[in-house]
């Protein structure tokens, strides 16, 4: 299995909503990630977890949770969003061995924000 | 992390080579440089990576300067398909960031 699985594909929440975004991956890799893309922008980087710890955290709003149950899930509970949040939420992962660091991508939650 | 310039777009001819440059030139000596696609509102796709050596696969050829202040991505025969957001980027850490930058839009053209 060499795919990265994100759910929902669509998300559609109101301000005061509580959802979350699913990830997956069955690579063995131990490292996983959340970026966000706005329309017409490049990935940002939002978190890191490194052998289900987080490692690098971007100075993300409290509103987003991240969370790492295994080594193949990674999660990231919304909560209190607001309009501006509506973006491309992607999932990534990578080993963490060999030296090199290609991550590889699944297709997105894109979420709206009313 | 190094700092990458790539030309905002690009147009190819369908059936032949699209080779999309890439400047690095403060790249540190253990850097690698990762070439990602994205099409249209999917997730970016891995190409290729190298350090000091070209290297090639299925996808693509890396062609990476000496002094490694630059680098080419090839694509041989570039299809339809190819048409995406080209990103080139410079990292080291496992298990760090990729700092995306605004990429080269290529368009191929029948």
């Known amino acids: 299995d060499t795919e990265v699985t994100q759910t929902p594909k669509h998300l559609v929440m109101g301000m005061t909503n509580k959802k979350s975004l699913k990830c997956e991956q069955h690579?063995?890799?131990?490292?996983m990630y959340w970026y966000k893309q706005k329309a017409k922008k490049p990935p940002e980087l939002m978190f890191v977890?490194?052998?289900?710890?987080?490692?690098i955290n971007e100075s993300v709003p409290s509103r987003f949770s991240p969370e790492c149950p295994n080594s193949s899930l990674l999660n990231l509970h919304l909560h209190a969003l607001q309009p501006e949040d509506s973006a491309l939420y992607l999932c990534?992962?990578?080993?963490?061995?060999?030296?090199?660091?290609?991550?590889?991508f699944g297709p997105g939650t894109r979420l709206t924000v009313l | 992390d190094a700092k990458t310039t790539q030309p905002p777009s690009m147009d190819c001819a369908e059936g032949r080579a699209a080779n999309l440059p890439c400047n690095h030139s403060t790249i540190s000596g253990n850097e690698y440089v990762y070439w990602y696609r994205q099409i249209h509102s999917q997730g970016p796709q891995y190409i290729i990576h190298g350090l000091k050596n070209n290297e090639t696969n299925e996808m693509a050829s890396l062609i990476i300067t000496e002094d490694r202040k630059s680098s080419t991505l090839i694509l041989p025969h570039a299809t339809l398909r190819d048409t995406a957001v080209y990103y080139c980027i410079g990292s080291y850490n496992q298990g760090g960031k990729l700092i995306f930058g605004q990429g080269t839009e290529l368009s191929v053209k029948p």
């Open positions: 977890y490194s052998y289900e710890k987080l490692s």
């Open positions: 990534a992962s990578s080993r963490l061995s060999g030296g090199s660091n290609e991550q590889f």
């Open positions: 690579m063995g890799h131990r490292a």
